[in-house]
């Protein structure tokens, strides 16, 4: 069965929080606000812009563009103090006001059925995972230059030679044929409960440098809970990943697996260091 929208004229009939992870990237972030805001599902999700920073430009470009949105636009940001991105999202998940928390990095560009396909497949329990197709370097740069979110096409896909070009496919299937899978987490496109953030203290904190591992950590974690399950939302919620040199090296992210390693080793799911202190 396939839900129908609501319109939303208030925070009390919100059906979807966009969370966005953000830092010192406004070219991204335009791209990724304009494509929030072309939006099927347009009037029916806030967005939150989850800075690990307090740049003085960010607040200017809000104000500058906020106007001109068809969504309510939140910030939450705190001083650059290092890698902080999972204080970040939990201080984005106390400021949510709808149950449905989607999540987005600042590099990535939603497909405009993304937010709708998500809130379509909501249900009690179920995590959701979309997949990302990986833009060129050239074609990064030309949508950066033009701002033209309607240039990822499967035509200009392939001219331009990205990677994964079968993840950006949209075929929207019927709810009830989606099947349960076991589930491998990206951060830069999932959406998950508020219940279930709340089950598991929300992101884990200890992650303070920069690897990946904090979003396998919230997928472990998630796992530990009995009613939980997760849905593959491929070819349906799909983002386009803007090409970026990597923000970690290998050396980083060994580290982090090996932390989160030690952490799966104990078994906790509710972590210490998370929304609840």
């Given at each position: 069965?396939?839900?129908?929208l609501k319109s939303c004229s208030n925070n009390h009939n919100m059906q979807a929080s966009v969370i966005i992870s953000y830092y010192k990237?406004?070219?991204?972030?335009?791209?990724?606000?304009?494509?929030?805001?072309?939006?099927?599902?347009?009037?029916?999700?806030?967005?939150?812009?989850?800075?690990?920073d307090d740049a003085p430009q960010t607040i200017a470009f809000m104000n500058e563009l906020k106007y001109g949105l068809g969504f309510p636009?939140?910030?939450?940001?705190?001083?650059?103090?290092?890698?902080?991105?999972?204080?970040?999202?939990?201080?984005?998940?106390?400021?949510?006001?709808?149950?449905?928390?989607?999540?987005?990095?600042?590099?990535?560009?939603?497909?405009?059925?993304?937010?709708?396909?998500?809130?379509?497949?909501?249900?009690?329990?179920?995590?959701?995972?979309?997949?990302?197709?990986?833009?060129?370097?050239?074609?990064?740069?030309?949508?950066?230059?033009?701002?033209?979110?309607?240039?990822?096409?499967?035509?200009?896909?392939?001219?331009?030679?990205?990677?994964?070009?079968?993840?950006?496919?949209?075929?929207?299937?019927?709810?009830?044929?989606?099947?349960?899978?076991?589930?491998?987490?990206?951060?830069?496109?999932?959406?998950?409960?508020?219940?279930?953030?709340?089950?598991?203290?929300?992101?884990?904190?200890?992650?303070?440098?920069?690897?990946?591992?904090?979003?396998?950590?919230?997928?472990?974690?998630?796992?530990?809970?009995?009613?939980?399950?997760?849905?593959?939302?491929?070819?349906?919620?799909?983002?386009?990943?803007?090409?970026?040199?990597?923000?970690?090296?290998?050396?980083?992210?060994?580290?982090?697996?090996?932390?989160?390693?030690?952490?799966?080793?104990?078994?906790?799911?509710?972590?210490?260091?998370?929304?609840?202190?």
């Amino acid at each position: 069965m396939i839900n129908s929208l609501k319109s939303c004229s208030n925070n009390h009939n919100m059906q979807a929080s966009v969370i966005i992870s953000y830092y010192k990237n406004l070219a991204q972030l335009q791209l990724l606000l304009r494509a929030l805001n072309m939006q099927s599902a347009l009037g029916c999700f806030e967005v939150i812009i989850s800075e690990d920073d307090d740049a003085p430009q960010t607040i200017a470009f809000m104000n500058e563009l906020k106007y001109g949105l068809g969504f309510p636009l939140i910030h939450v940001s705190h001083p650059d103090q290092g890698f902080r991105k999972c204080k970040a999202l939990n201080n984005a998940i106390r400021a949510a006001n709808a149950e449905l928390l989607i999540f987005f990095d600042g590099d990535c560009i939603p497909h405009k059925k993304c937010v709708q396909q998500y809130i379509k497949a909501q249900s009690q329990g179920a995590v959701l995972y979309g997949r990302r197709v990986m833009l060129s370097e050239n074609f990064s740069s030309l949508l950066i230059k033009t701002k033209n979110i309607k240039l990822p096409s499967l035509l200009n896909l392939f001219k331009y030679r990205c990677r994964r070009i079968e993840d950006g496919i949209y075929f929207p299937v019927p709810r009830f044929l989606l099947k349960k899978t076991e589930g491998i987490l990206l951060g830069c496109n999932m959406a998950i409960n508020k219940k279930e953030l709340l089950a598991i203290n929300g992101f884990d904190e200890d992650y303070n440098f920069s690897g990946g591992g904090e979003d396998s950590d919230i997928e472990w974690r998630l796992k530990k809970l009995p009613y939980v399950y997760f849905k593959s939302m491929r070819f349906r919620a799909i983002v386009y990943h803007i090409n970026h040199p990597t923000r970690f090296t290998v050396e980083q992210e060994k580290k982090n697996n090996a932390f989160m390693s030690a952490k799966i080793t104990l078994g906790k799911f509710y972590c210490k260091n998370g929304l609840q202190k």
